[in-house]
């Protein structure tokens, strides 16, 4: 499932903005479905225009019924009657997609005999700081057998002590959920935390639900602004 909102607050139409000759959202779509690994793959929009520039291509699309506050809401929606177990979540400003880090995020539910884990969700070492105090960079720290403790906006750890090395992660927007997770998450209100970072996964933690992280060393390019545009252009083969 790719939810994708035509309005965004950094950067307006992001999703329909050309990337080599064809819009970012078909760019991510196509990138997908080329990786082989699903059953099927939409894309939730409340857009008519990306409805239709989807559909326009042969691709599979889904109008969502209601206004939503994230793109787990509106997944949660399109989803609730479907005869799913896993559900993957791939934003739709990221055409750089890759089926290794996909195959790992969906590993993590192959090795969950017991079923304990809700949810699984990529990470990549950063280690510029610039990147790091960027607050449109989503960080993430996890324990020691990689469950996410807590996301955030600012710069965590927190560097109190220079001397001790710590290694930080930049939380990718790419989840796979078990269908039950997905819906509690469409049914249970926001609470503060999350509120105030403006970052969905936190309502999951604040929730008792346990996400697994899975480090990956591909960082491809999110397009959250102009400049992320400019650099995926000059990227793009």
């Given at each position: 499932?790719?939810?994708?909102?035509?309005?965004?607050?950094?950067?307006?139409?992001?999703?329909?903005?050309?990337?080599?000759?064809?819009?970012?959202?078909?760019?991510?779509?196509?990138?997908?479905?080329?990786?082989?690994?699903?059953?099927?793959?939409?894309?939730?929009?409340?857009?008519?225009?990306?409805?239709?520039?989807?559909?326009?291509?042969?691709?599979?699309?889904?109008?969502?019924?209601?206004?939503?506050?994230?793109?787990?809401?509106?997944?949660?929606?399109?989803?609730?009657?479907?005869?799913?177990?896993?559900?993957?979540?791939?934003?739709?400003?990221?055409?750089?997609?890759?089926?290794?880090?996909?195959?790992?995020?969906?590993?993590?539910?192959?090795?969950?005999?017991?079923?304990?884990?809700?949810?699984?969700?990529?990470?990549?070492?950063?280690?510029?700081?610039?990147?790091?105090?960027?607050?449109?960079?989503?960080?993430?720290?996890?324990?020691?057998?990689?469950?996410?403790?807590?996301?955030?906006?600012?710069?965590?750890?927190?560097?109190?002590?220079?001397?001790?090395?710590?290694?930080?992660?930049?939380?990718?927007?790419?989840?796979?959920?078990?269908?039950?997770?997905?819906?509690?998450?469409?049914?249970?209100?926001?609470?503060?935390?999350?509120?105030?970072?403006?970052?969905?996964?936190?309502?999951?933690?604040?929730?008792?639900?346990?996400?697994?992280?899975?480090?990956?060393?591909?960082?491809?390019?999110?397009i959250d602004t102009p400049e992320d545009l400019?650099?995926?252009?000059?990227?793009?083969?």
């Amino acid at each position: 499932m790719i939810p994708a909102r035509y309005q965004a607050s950094r950067f307006p139409a992001k999703l329909m903005q050309d990337l080599k000759g064809k819009p970012v959202i078909i760019r991510t779509y196509e990138a997908a479905v080329q990786t082989g690994l699903f059953d099927e793959v939409y894309v939730v929009t409340d857009s008519e225009v990306i409805f239709d520039v989807i559909t326009g291509i042969g691709g599979k699309a889904l109008r969502s019924k209601r206004e939503h506050e994230s793109g787990s809401d509106r997944i949660a929606e399109a989803v609730e009657d479907m005869d799913v177990d896993i559900v993957i979540n791939v934003q739709g400003d990221e055409p750089f997609i890759d089926k290794e880090s996909l195959t790992k995020v969906i590993h993590v539910f192959k090795n969950d005999t017991e079923s304990e884990i809700d949810l699984a969700s990529l990470m990549t070492p950063i280690t510029d700081w610039d990147e790091i105090s960027n607050p449109n960079t989503v960080k993430v720290i996890v324990d020691n057998q990689d469950f996410a403790l807590y996301f955030s906006r600012s710069p965590i750890p927190y560097p109190r002590d220079e001397n001790v090395e710590a290694v930080y992660y930049k939380h990718k927007g790419i989840y796979a959920f078990r269908k039950r997770a997905l819906l509690d998450f469409q049914r249970l209100p926001m609470l503060p935390l999350e509120a105030k970072e403006k970052i969905e996964a936190i309502r999951f933690l604040e929730y008792g639900k346990k996400i697994k992280m899975v480090e990956t060393h591909v960082t491809g390019i999110e397009i959250d602004t102009p400049e992320d545009l400019e650099r995926a252009k000059k990227a793009w083969i």
